[in-house]
Every structure is written in C-alpha cells, then in structure tokens.
C-alpha cells in the first residue's frame, strides 16, 4: 500500500518538475520561431548541414572496379567537402530499384542508368548536353552518338562504358585444322563446320541471354538488316535481308554448332570454351579472364589461356557489326545535389580518371570515349589488341536509331533470338519467322509511340 | 469465504458515454468484439486488401513506371488476349505446368506418405529427410538442378554416357533445357521436387488421424487392402487432400524462382508462366498495368479452384464420421 506522505511527495516532485504555463509557452514560441525560419530559408542550420552525393550502380564482376569508383568518389567529395555514398545492387536487380526511385521520386543523385534506360527515364533524368559536348571534346569524340539520348533529342545520360563482344577462339584448334583466323561470317561458317566434325563446335547462344539479344543483333547488322529505322520508330525487320541473315544463322546452327546453345545462358559459352570444347564464342574478355585466374590447364596440360584469342567480330556482306550493353551515368532531376553529382561526372571522366578506372576493371569498362581507347592496358597484351578498335563498330540495341524503350521491350522479351530459334530448328521458314518477328515488334512500337503521344 | 452478492451487472457497471452508447445502439452489445477484430482488420487490410486492390487498378490503368496513371478499362486484358501471341503461350504453358506438377504431386505424395507411414525403422530420420527440398530455400536448390541439367556438362548425361549399365544402352545425352518438351518437363520435375514434401507430410498427418478400429473392422469384414484403402482411406483423406491440392495449385500457378533461374521462360517462350511474364512486363519492361494484367489473369481462375475445393471441404466435414 502506498502510504499518504509518500504520494504526497510524489505529487510535489511532479508540480516542481513540470513547467509553468508561462514556461511553456514562452519555450514553444522560442522554438517555433526557430523552426519557422529554418523553413522559409529552405536550409537546415550550418551545424545540422550535411551534404551527401549518393551514386547508384550495379555490381560490377570486376569488384576492383567498384572499389576505384569508390575511392574517386570519396577523393571527390574529401575536395568538394561533401560526404558520398555509393550503393551497389546485383545488375539483374538494378532495373527494378531505379524503377522504385522513379515511383518514388526520390533516392539517390547519381545512377548508373544501361542501354535504354536514358530514353526510358527520359522525364526523370536532367539534361546533360553541355556537359556531354565537353567530355566527348577532350575525349576525343564519341564512337558512338546514339547512346545515352534521351526521347526529346537531348542527352540524359554520359556514355560510360561498354562490354565488347569480340570473337573469343581458340587458335591451337584452329591450327590443328590448318585454318587462318576467321575474319569473315563465312570464315566462321566454314572454320566452324570443321571444327565440329571434330568435337569442336562453335557458340553462340540463340536463347533468353543477354549474350544472344547481343550477337544475334550484330549478325543482322553486318548482314544489312536492321530492326529499326534511323528514327527509332519504324520497324523495318522485314527486307531480305533479314531472311538471309536468318538463314546464314540457321545454317551456322546447323553445320557449326549443337543444340545446347538454345538453352546457354550467358556464363556457357564461357565454360564451353576454356573446357576445350568450344572452338570459338563470342563474348566479352571474361573466358580469358576466367582461364587466367582458374589456371585452366587442356588435355595436354597447357594453360588455355595462352591459346584464346580475341579478335574484331566477323565481317558480313554489310560490313563489320557488333551491338554491347552500354551503361551510362545520369542524374535524377528529383535528385538533391544535381550540380554536384555533374561535377562528380565531369571528375570521373576526366582522362586521369577515366583510365584509373578502366585499369581497374582488367579492360572490360571499355570507354566510349574515343581517345580513352587507346589505353596503354590494351597495348600490352596482345589479346587486347582489338579493344581501342572495336568501339567504331559496336553500336547500342536500337541501331540505327537510338536505344529506345521499345526496343529495350524486343530485347527483354527474347523476340530476336526466339525467332532466330524457330528457324534453326525447322519450326518455321526464314521468311515466316521474319514476319511474325515484325508483327511482334510492330505491336510493342505501336503501343510505346501511344504511351510518348 | 467471500460471498458475491447477486446484483445486476448493468447496474454496477458505469453508464456508459455518449459516443459509446451511440456506437451499442447501431452495432449492438458486442461492441468490444468490434474492437478486439480491429488489430487483426487492419493488418489485412493493409497487407492484403491495399495490394490487391492496387493491382486491380493497375489492370485497369495505363500504368507506367514514373509516369501518372489513368483508367482504361479492360484494354490491358484486350490487348493481351488479342495482340500478345506469348501471353497466349504462357496461358497454356501455366495450365500444363500447374496441371502435370500438381497431379505427380498428389500420386507420388500419397504414395510416399503411405509408404512412411509404414516404415517401422529408422522413421525419424525418412521423415526428417523427405522435407530437405521443401526446407532449402527454392533459388539455392534450382541452381542445384540447373547445374544438374547444365546444356554442356549436364551430370545426368554424364551419368548416361559413363556409368554402367546406363552407358550400355547408349542413352542421351539430352538438352534439358534447350528442348521445348525437355524445358517444360524439367521445370515440372523441379517443382514436384520442391513441392512433394509438403503434401508428404500433411497427407502424413491426416493418414495418422484416421481410427485404426475403421481398419480394424474394416479387416473383421474380410476387407481387401486395396478395398481398405479406397473405401477408408481415401474418403477420410478428401478433406486434407482438397486443402492442399488448394494451396498447391495456388503456388505452383505463381511460380516463379524455378522458372527464371532454369529458363528464363525459353527456349522459344516454353517455359513461361504468368508470374515470369508479369516479371517480363511491369519490372523489365515498365509496363506495370500490362504486368498486372497478366498476373490478375489467374485471379479468376483461382476463384473457380478455391470455391469448387472449399465446397468439396464443407461437404465431407458436414457430416459425422
């Protein structure tokens, strides 16, 4: 039981402990003025300032990369006298964080935006015009104009890097055949037809892979076909040319290689090559790498890396063709510090920095900025040699046109390779397959030139 | 001992206010009922009724990623249905995925629950062991098999070309997942894989339930085993084979892990269901109303299931045993 004095002295602490009426009121109006003017400034108080530049990327494969994006990022901020963050997230789940970002209209200042992205997010990210023209003039020119446009003509995103798809092939198999390296498609047919009588077929990937969107792509393009028109908006997949490049990468299919390409995903032409039983792929410098850092020894016991070899990719009747996933940097207009995060980009792709972080990437950040090409990485082994080279040939998904996000659609949705499949395996004619892959396309246009008005 | 003196309740208790004899009047006297339901009203609401509305009215919206939304009735489910020929491929793939899946699953879950229920030796660990599929998380066991059914180094076309006697009748190899019929069976086979423990388990639990003295009579009566088990056990199963063939169909018409680490709904669009083509629009694509569109595609269907079901449930449990 509580006695009567103790209640008592309870209830005299809390009246001396509470404030008085004019204690209180003057308190809150002292504070409310505060508040007041710390709102209509607009800016918290220079004790409670805490500036932050925030930077959205995907996890590159090459961790040491990240690791100098990171170092340049603080080394910016330690000048600028800010605080910087960079946030990395699995590249298959970037999509659908910067699609929350936009939802939500808020997130990060700096985001690594890929292929399309820029044209998709066209609303949402600022114009970076002037800072594009000056980048690309002290890079030397971009090898490639349509990426990183947004859907008004302007420039929403800085070109950043690209991954090449070289032809990856094993010279000592080639050799035992006495062949030449393959510089034609037809090199390649031929080469490939061989080799496969041997065990030794070619990959290439005609399946759900962003490896197949990409080389199936480049085969059309050197054979003059074109899914676009140079206005992004005309589908133009059904000409002649088309039905030939169908039917060469039918014929490819059938004489070069086995079915497991139908399922490959992006990491089999990989195996399938450093194994020793792929004769040739086409794909990034990751086999090599892959060798080099497994000690992948053949049959005989010799390292395997020391037999790939990595060349431009094959000519066609039109000419020499590649596409690649591009990625590109770019600035939300919701974002807190837009200025600076485009003074953090026009750091980062300053020559110095440019070539610090390709370096660190082992080569695969290949710039788009012509005169970062000729990186002194690439000149000191010979297996590099095409890479200053192969960015004048290698051109973004929506090729002619610029990568739109209709064409982003064709690409996730498999519409290509799925139509080449049909024809490798004698599910439809060449011409049939070219149809139904317009009529496909022409629905995904429609519906995107009615969503842009 | 203290007595308690019989009085009135109503006159004890204070009158109530204003507002609360308001609210007894319109909801009558079990107004703390109302209360007590609130927590649980709210957390459903916000959990289960918000998202579900709000992909209804995606369905029906022109809804794009950052971009503001508008009514357009039904044009989603027309343009699907009438423009999109892999939509109309992944109804089919859906139906002959969730159809063969949840099918072996309920032969070969009753059989494997029969079967333990008679093992004597060694029960515990049989038992423990039958849910180490339904226990591993689904994205780490699908890598599992997508290396077991690799389209280069495949381990069971290894086996059939190496290990004897499979190497002597010169099988495979195959292209499990680059074959249309292959891809889908595989993706079937992964899913009763992943999903036999739980009806294992349950039809366990439902088998121990039932009276041995059914069987025993059932015996006197010079009762075949086959007759034993279609006139006792099958009959008293229904109940918990509806409830789980119910939750079965429902998971395995939205499957999804399985799909997108084994095929990515390929090769040719073979292997994709609803749930990875919903993926493919409203994440991949931006198309969120598309992507609702074709998710809600199973709604109706599942309406159908879940009433045919819980009207077989209300019927065998309606009446005594």
């Known amino acids: 039981m509580v006695s009567k004095t103790k209640l008592t002295q309870k209830n005299e602490t809390l009246s001396t402990g509470a404030p008085s009426r004019r204690k209180f009121l003057k308190g809150t109006a002292a504070a409310s003025g505060g508040l007041a003017g710390i709102l209509a400034a607009g800016i918290a108080p220079a004790t409670a300032q805490t500036r932050e530049l925030k930077m959205l990327t995907n996890s590159h494969f090459v961790p040491a990369s990240d690791v100098e994006l990171e170092r340049q990022l603080a080394e910016f901020g330690k000048a600028a006298g800010v605080k910087t963050r960079l946030d990395r997230v699995a590249h298959l789940q970037l999509p659908a964080v910067l699609a929350g970002e936009v939802q939500g209209q808020k997130g990060h200042d700096l985001v690594s935006v890929g292929n399309s992205n820029p044209h998709l997010y066209s609303k949402h990210l600022e114009s970076v015009d002037d800072l594009y023209e000056k980048i690309g003039k002290a890079g030397g020119g971009w090898t490639d104009g349509t990426v990183g446009k947004g859907s008004d003509g302007h420039h929403k995103a800085i070109p950043w890097f690209f991954i090449s798809f070289p032809l990856a092939l094993r010279t000592d198999l080639i050799a035992s055949i006495n062949e030449d390296i393959p510089d034609t498609w ?21 399946a759900h892979s962003v490896d197949s969107n990409m080389i199936l792509r480049g085969i059309m393009w050197s054979y003059g076909a074109k899914l676009v028109d140079e206005d992004s908006k005309t589908v133009a997949v059904n000409s002649k040319e088309s039905v030939e490049a169908f039917k060469f990468i039918a014929a490819l299919y059938n004489d070069a290689m086995t079915d497991e390409v139908l399922a490959w995903d992006d990491r089999n032409n990989n195996v399938c090559l450093n194994s020793g039983k792929c004769s040739m792929i086409l794909n990034p410098i990751s086999a090599y790498r892959s060798a080099i850092k497994a000690g992948t020894k053949d049959k005989a016991g010799n390292l395997v890396h020391h037999s790939i070899q990595h ?43 440019a070539e610090k972080h390709l370096t660190a990437s082992k080569g695969y950040n290949q710039p788009v900025l012509a005169g970062n090409a000729l990186h002194p990485l690439y000149a000191s082994n010979s297996k590099y040699y ?39 395996v004698g599910k439809a004619s060449a011409e049939d397959a070219v149809k139904k892959l317009e009529s496909q396309m022409k629905r995904i246009y429609r519906r995107a030139a009615k969503r842009e008005g | 001992m203290v007595s308690v003196p019989n009085v009135d309740r109503a006159a004890v208790a204070p009158p109530p206010g204003p507002f609360r004899s308001r609210m007894k009047k319109r909801l009558g006297p079990d107004i703390d009922g109302y209360g007590f339901l609130l927590p649980a009203t709210i957390v459903m609401v916000s959990l289960v009724v918000y998202p579900f509305c709000l992909a209804v009215w995606f369905s029906v919206s022109d809804a794009f990623v950052g971009e503001p939304a508008s009514y357009v009735g039904l044009e989603n489910f027309i343009y699907i249905l009438t423009e999109d020929d892999i939509f109309i491929e992944t109804i089919w793939n859906t139906l002959l995925f969730a159809f063969w899946s949840v099918l072996f699953k309920v032969v070969l879950g009753l059989s494997c629950a029969l079967l333990l229920q008679r093992i004597l030796k060694l029960r515990r660990f049989f038992r423990g062991s039958v849910l180490l599929p339904f226990v591993a998380p689904t994205a780490l066991s699908t890598l599992g098999w997508w290396l077991i059914l690799d389209p280069t180094y495949s381990h069971i076309n290894w086996i059939l070309a190496n290990v004897w006697p499979f190497s002597y009748f010169g099988w495979g190899p195959y292209n499990f997942l680059g074959n249309p019929t292959l891809a889908m069976a595989s993706v079937i086979f992964v899913n009763i894989w992943r999903g036999i423990p739980f009806f294992i388990i349950t039809i366990l639990a439902g088998l121990m339930a039932i009276p041995d003295h059914l069987y025993d009579a059932a015996e006197i009566d010079g009762a075949s085993t086959w007759r034993k088990f279609y006139s006792i056990t099958l009959p008293l199963l229904r109940p918990v084979l509806a409830i789980i063939i119910l939750f079965s169909t429902i998971f395995t018409l939205g499957e999804f ?34 992507g609702a569109a074709v998710a809600l595609f199973l709604f109706p269907i599942l309406v159908v299931i879940v009433v045919f079901l819980l009207r077989m449930v209300r019927r065998d449990t309606s009446h005594e045993l």
Request: hydrophobic content about 45%; proline content about 7%.
């Open chain 1, 311 to 353: 060349v431009m990719p094959p000519t066609g009747p039109a000419g020499r063709h590649m596409a690649a996933s591009f990625n590109n940097m770019g600035v939300w207009k919701f974002a807190k510090e837009k200025e600076l995060a485009k003074e953090f980009m026009a750091f980062h792709f300053a020559k110095d920095n």
């Open chain 2, 257 to 290: 892990n399985i799909i997108y680490v084994l095929t990515r709904g390929g090769p040719m669009n073979s292997t994709h269901l609803f749930s990875t083509y919903s993926f493919t629009y409203g994440i991949l694509n931006h198309e969120i109303a598309l």
């Open chain 1, 386 to 424: 095409f890479a200053p080279f192969i960015g004048w040939y290698t051109h973004a998904i929506g090729w002619p046109g610029v990568p739109t996000a209709a064409v982003q659609t064709v690409v996730d949705q498999y519409l290509l390779p799925d139509a080449v499949a049909t024809v490798a």
């Open chain 1, 186 to 206: 037809d090199d390649v047919h031929r080469v490939g037809t061989k080799l496969k009588a041997k065990g030794h077929p070619l990959g290439i990937q005609i």
